[in-house]
RNA sequence: GGCCCCAUCGUCUAGCGGCUAGGACACUUGGUUCUCAUCCAGGAAACCGGAGUUCGAUUCUCCGUGGGGCUGCCA
């Protein structure tokens, strides 16, 4: 099944748009068919130049590239695939050729109607409290007439003529059943003005010679259903089979915006979101495999997807789950993986993580901890910057570390630690030995780890002592220490 | 206003005539614990309303109600 994400190159990818695509993508691969990505540029004043790969890294990001249309190249975009132009300001003959077709064969027809007077007539049906909708107007223009005008190159759009009275009947492969009446459809606008196609004659016209076998698309087109489907029956070609994706929600239930949230896919990653991720809160928006799995690689989506157990409602876009998601995969990515993903971040502020032989050590001490990446980078602030050292933090009534005796103790911890040898200098041997101090000195574990714990590392919240010390060495840990003992 | 779509915990959802209405997130109570986090155990939390069909409706039908989308020479 050969599916596509045309996407209109006005800005950033919408999340909403890059869950469209995520099921289109799988749906193709499912079949080991193409996913083409076809770019929507007929209104050029919307157009933004870079905007196209922009959307193509995102798909790159993510793991869903298209295999056919406008495709990412040495991050150059490219066409590639023989059913192009796949841009559609590349393609405007034929829809000219079709939409020629279309007013011969009677299904279209010229409209020389001025804005003002389309503006004032669809006053004049509000104020009746009808629906706005053109009144055909320029359809009774006698033949000369049209050909005076076409000829005195007048201003004038191409419009579609419904066919009125018929019944236009049709099933969704989401939704199912759906009836349209003809004559409540408006005679929608198929050529503007400027010779440019609107979305829907370039739809048709394109999801037919691509060769398009399923069009996935948001709900919001659902109204638009009937003028695309008799546009097909009118230039004598197949529809191809539809799936109106339920729409993402802001947290008050109306279309997911701007307004109200991030859309854009992009900013998801700068925060430092995992795309698996991504693609696994994205996918879980308005599908579910029937299962308790609630973690999903692509590849097991590949598995498991199906049309059929996509929701028919809207589903808020809540980013308490993301982050969860965001956690688990930062728990399930090995420590390599993790590490070589976090350390360009920790390194533009530490020069000295770039080649830190011990950075998957202390990313171990991280991992359960981290949710956004670029957290990482104050998190393991202390292994790169001796820490300030704040004698008030350092003491702890709730742990019994006191003015009176956290001296004595850092003295212990010195004592201890000082006499294992660098090559025993690892979690269990300190955890060993530290132990014993706590016997000796009669001091309860919190007595002697939370004034380690907070020298080492300056900071109220952190890993533990024992990981700490032991990926600190032995040198460093006690130089801190003997530090914080001058400070009292 | 018109047309179309939709409706189970706060959120994402399971359920496809008979269930103590299940899971996850979030919330909450405990446990583990030097802090934070992780992890483990428990708790609270939902079928929009009304008719009808049926022995029996969360489930099927209809009508309301509510929400959403569309109603552009934007997509």
Known sequence: MRTRFAPSPTGLLHVGGLRTALYAWLIAKQS??????????TDQARSIPGATENILRTLDWVGIPPDEGVILREGVATQTGDKGPYIQSERLELYKKYADELIASGNAYPCF???ERLKNMRDEQMKRKQAPMYDRHCLSLSPDDIEQRLKAKEKHVIRMKMPHGNVIKFTDDIRGPIEFQAHLVDDQVLVKSDGFPTYHLAHVVDDHFMEIGLVIRGEEWLSSLP??????????????????LPLLLNKDRSK???????VSAESYKDKGYLPEAMINFLAMLGWNPGTTQELFTTEELLEAFTLERVQKAGAVFDLEKLDWLQGQWIRKLSLSDLSER?????AEKYAAAENDKEFEKKIALIQE???LLPEAADMLSFFYEEPVIDTAMILSAKQGVEAANVTMIIKALVDTLDGLSEKKWNDAAIKDALEGAMATHDLKRG????PLRAILTGKPFSPGAYEVAAALGKEETLARLQKASAAF
Do not use: M
């Open 32 to 41: 080991k068919d193409h996913f083409l990505l076809r770019i929507e540029d």
């Open 113 to 115: 109607c001025t804005e």
């Open 227 to 244: 003028k695309h489907l008799v546009l097909f029956a009118a230039l004598g070609w197949a529809a191809p089979r539809y799936a109106h």
């Open 256 to 262: 997911l915006s701007k307004r109200q949230n991030d």
């Open 342 to 346: 976090i350390r360009p971040i920790v």
């Open 369 to 371: 901890r981290v949710t």
């Open 447 to 450: 007595q002697i780890l939370w």
